[in-house]
């Protein structure tokens, strides 16, 4: 998830409205690059046509145009705990890594941002299993028929722990993602020729991408296994559509190669590497744009149409206090 710098302008439920709908909007948007990656990294498209267009075309025909959003649902809803989750556990990892003096370095930043965001995905890891299933099945002959079903049909039919398939692989994953957004952002002074605190707001978006880009391709592998774990299912057509047959995540890794090769691990990734731009770009424009309606809301700007700053007002002045102030000279009538 993209991160900004936090403005005490807004509050933290405005903040967290901000990237919750920013976060929809991403989500929707690339939906269908979404279920072109998962259904390749199941091997659902085995057999069939490769290609993003193919994928979707397929889809589209034998289910419907709805079918091309399967999943959306439970992906957008578990946004707003895995954020609250994510930040929560950012500001304890930040509080670990800080020196005596309070600060932390860049290193220990991306660290804590990776740790937090490792906590939040395995609390909210069986919606993501149930987005893995929701993707897999047929929409016109559907084994779950909605979010909360698939959640008691699973519990019932498979255990409890089965909402859990696959999450080792969320942890190891974090390592070589974490070292990809590291890899990137020490290098950024020499890729843009100059100091980080000149980049421009088109800068940054680009570091977000390039970020984005490199730690996902390196802990794609990971990605792919866990969602064989958790399309795999013997209570599912064909068990989950999934190519390969295995035992357990190490097997998952060895059956991959011996009958694919190695660039197995790596199916799907054209997908999600093609909506990596529009993902962000689509996320920071409607982040700023619910930013300007809140700054509106609260008087420090003029228009949530513009940036440009309501006169006489102290922009460092937090909502709460700019509220009393306002109350403190409000014109009194007479009695």
């Known amino acids: ?14 903040r967290l409205l901000c990237a919750g709908l920013a976060g929809v909007f991403s989500l929707s948007l690339t939906a269908p690059l979404e279920l072109a990656t998962v259904l390749a990294q199941v091997g659902m498209v085995q057999g069939h046509t490769q290609g993003l267009w193919a994928t979707g075309r397929r889809v589209w025909l034998a289910e419907g145009p709805r079918a091309l959003w399967k ?3 439970v992906a957008c809803l578990r946004l707003f705990p ?15 890594f800080m020196d005596d003096l309070g600060h932390i370095s860049q290193w220990h930043s991306i660290v804590a941002g990776s740790l937090a965001g490792m906590v939040s995905m395995i609390v909210t890891y069986p919606t993501d299993l149930i987005k893995t299933r929701l993707i897999v099945q047929n929409m016109l002959k559907p084994s779950y028929r909605g979010i909360t ?26 390592v070589p993602f974490s070292a990809g957004s590291l890899l990137v952002y020490m290098n950024l002074e020499k890729i843009w020729n100059g100091p980080r605190e000149r980049f421009s707001q088109l800068q940054n978006f680009a570091n ?80 700023e744009f619910c930013k300007r309606i809140f700054l509106y809301q609260n008087g ?25 102030l306002k109350k403190f000279f409000k014109p009194r009538t007479g009695i």
């Open 208 to 287: 977000g991408c390039m970020a984005a880009a490199v730690s996902q391709s390196l802990s794609f592998p990971f990605d792919t296994v866990k969602r064989k774990m958790q399309a795999q299912s013997p209570y599912l057509p064909n068990c989950g559509g999934v190519d390969v047959h295995f035992s357990g995540a190490v097997d998952c890794f060895r059956q991959i190669v011996k009958t694919q090769g190695a660039l197995g691990l790596w199916s799907g990734l054209t997908a999600n590497l093609l909506k990596v731009v529009p993902y962000f770009g689509v996320m920071f424009s409607m982040f």
């Open 71 to 73: 999943g959306n649902g």
């Open 1 to 14: 998830m993209a991160t900004w710098r936090r403005d005490s302008r807004l509050t933290g439920s405005q």
């Open 82 to 96: 895995c954020s609250m989750v994510q930040l929560a556990a950012y500001r304890k990892f930040v509080v670990l």
């Open 300 to 324: 420090y700007i003029l228009s949530p149409l513009t940036y440009k700053l309501t006169p006489g007002v102290d922009q460092s002045l937090k909502p709460q206090e700019l509220r009393e």
């Open 149 to 174: 079903h698939a959640f008691s049909t699973i519990y019932q039919q498979e255990g409890f722990l089965a909402l859990y398939r696959g999450v080792s692989l969320t942890v190891l994953g974090a």
